[in-house]
């Protein structure tokens, strides 16, 4: 699972949702897309 690209949807999340982004992306690899 590690060589896999989970992708996140953010949707009006604003600060909570960037945020919680940074620290999964710096956990693991997490490709976050903002709708």
Known sequence: ???KKI???I???GRI???AA???LED???EV???
């Open 17 to 19: 949702g960037r945020s």
């Open 1 to 3: 699972m590690s060589a």
């Open 11 to 13: 949707n009006g999340f």
């Open 22 to 24: 940074r620290i999964i």
């Open 28 to 30: 693991s690899s997490f």
């Open 7 to 9: 992708r996140i949807f």
């Open 33 to 35: 897309l903002e709708i």
